[in-house]
C-alpha cells in the first residue's frame, strides 16, 4: 500500500510543477520520468495498477503541456483527444499482456 501512495503523491507533485507557468516543462518531464519508472516497476513486480498511474499521469501531463503550448481552439481538443485514444489502446493492449502472463 505505501507504494501505491508514494506513486501517487509524486505523480501529483510532478503534475502541480507541470501546470505551473515557470516550471511546466520541468514538471512534463519529472512526470513522464516517473511515468517510466513506474511502467518498469508494474512489469517487474506484475502490478498492473502501477501501469495504470503511468499512462493517466503521463497523459495529463501532455495534456496540460499541449493546452499551454497551442492556443488554437481545434488543436488542442484534438491532441488531447488523440492522447486518449491512444492511452485506452495502450492499456487495454498491456491489460492483454497481463492477463497473459497470469496463465
Known amino acids: 500500500m505505501f507504494e501505491h501512495t508514494?506513486?501517487?503523491l509524486a505523480f501529483w507533485g510532478a503534475l502541480i510543477l507541470a501546470a505551473n507557468g515557470e516550471t511546466a516543462t520541468i514538471?512534463?518531464?519529472?512526470?513522464l520520468t516517473l511515468g517510466a519508472?513506474?511502467?518498469?516497476?508494474?512489469?517487474?513486480?506484475?502490478?498492473?495498477?502501477?501501469?495504470?498511474?503511468?499512462?493517466?499521469?503521463?497523459?495529463l501531463a501532455v495534456d496540460i503541456w499541449v493546452w499551454r503550448a497551442f492556443s488554437g481552439p481545434t488543436l488542442s481538443p484534438f491532441i488531447t483527444l488523440v492522447t486518449a485514444i491512444a492511452a485506452v489502446i495502450g492499456l487495454t493492449m498491456a491489460h492483454r499482456r497481463f492477463r497473459s502472463r497470469a496463465v
Not at 514538471?27 to 512526470?31: A, K
Open 37 to 59: 519508472l513506474s511502467t518498469v516497476y508494474a512489469f517487474r513486480t506484475n502490478a498492473e495498477a502501477f501501469l495504470l498511474y503511468a499512462v493517466i499521469y503521463g497523459t
Open 6 to 8: 508514494a506513486i501517487t
Open 27 to 31: 514538471g512534463v518531464l519529472v512526470t
